[in-house]
């Protein structure tokens, strides 16, 4: 018999996580446009403590997809970061994350880039280890659960390809990439 006691399950709102930061010109390039990687690592973060408060265990990024950056980002703007969990499995979740530009003398709001990361939940010695289930309470957050299920099948379907294509081949490790 399978002795694992599952996790209970938690509404995402519970875990859901909002960050803001100045940009500065530390965080451009040249034309003071914002980084790509220094956004990415605001998401990385801020996904990752959705992760952490969902879960109540250490997580690791396995899969970051669907990244778009759609507009740009200047010094002075506010990066403004909303995360939520859109669905678990046995020992990994989706977060979503959603950037907003916001420009405080104007005051206008623009979506500027969104992705899905997943997270595994691990012990101290790197064991995957079981998560709650997410328990969607509105319609927008039910809509995310049905979807992130897709996105799963894709992300292990590629996985699985690109495993059995390096198992053909039998590649060197020296030269794997
Ligand atoms: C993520 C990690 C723990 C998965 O380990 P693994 O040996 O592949 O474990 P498993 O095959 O048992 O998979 C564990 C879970 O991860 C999921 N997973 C693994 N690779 C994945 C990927 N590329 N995309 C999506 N999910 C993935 C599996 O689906 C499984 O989830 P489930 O239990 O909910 O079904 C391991 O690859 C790792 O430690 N990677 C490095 C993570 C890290 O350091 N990130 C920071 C960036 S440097």
């Given at each position: 018999?399978?002795?694992?006691?599952?996790?209970?399950?938690?509404p995402?709102?519970?875990?859901a996580?909002?960050?803001?930061h100045?940009?500065?010109p530390?965080?451009?390039n040249?034309?003071?446009?914002?980084?790509?990687?220094?956004?990415?690592?605001?998401?990385?973060?801020?996904?990752?403590?959705?992760?952490?408060?969902?879960?109540?265990?250490v997580?690791?990024t396995?899969a970051?997809?669907?990244?778009?950056?759609?507009?740009?980002?200047?010094?002075?703007?506010?990066?403004?970061?909303?995360?939520?969990?859109?669905?678990?499995?046995?020992?990994?979740?989706?977060?979503?994350?959603?950037?907003?530009?916001?420009?405080?003398?104007?005051?206008?709001r623009t979506?500027?880039?969104?992705?899905?990361l997943?997270?595994?939940?691990?012990d101290?010695?790197?064991?995957?280890l079981p998560?709650?289930?997410?328990?969607?309470?509105?319609?927008?957050?039910?809509r995310?659960?049905?979807?992130?299920?897709l996105?799963?099948?894709?992300r292990?379907?590629?996985?699985?390809?690109?495993?059995?294509?390096?198992?053909?081949?039998?590649?060197?490790?020296?030269?794997e990439?």
């Open positions: 018999m399978d002795s694992e006691v599952l996790p209970k399950g938690k995402p709102s519970a875990s996580v909002e960050m803001m100045l940009v500065l530390n965080h451009a040249q034309l003071g446009n914002l980084l790509g990687g220094q956004l990415m690592q605001w998401m990385d973060i801020a996904a990752a403590l959705v992760a952490m408060r969902h879960a109540g265990k997580c690791v396995a970051v997809d669907s990244i778009s950056f759609l507009e740009p980002i200047r010094v002075g703007h506010i990066v403004h970061i909303l995360a939520s969990v859109n669905r678990a499995f046995r020992t990994s979740l989706e977060v979503g994350v959603k950037v907003f530009r916001d420009d405080p003398i104007n005051g206008t979506h500027a880039a969104s992705a899905y997943t997270f595994v939940a691990i101290q010695y790197g064991k995957p998560v709650p289930p997410v328990e969607p309470q509105t319609a927008d957050e039910w995310r659960w049905r979807e992130a299920e996105r799963r099948q894709q292990l379907q590629q996985r699985e390809l690109l495993r059995q294509l390096r198992h053909h081949h039998d590649v060197p490790q020296a030269s990439h």
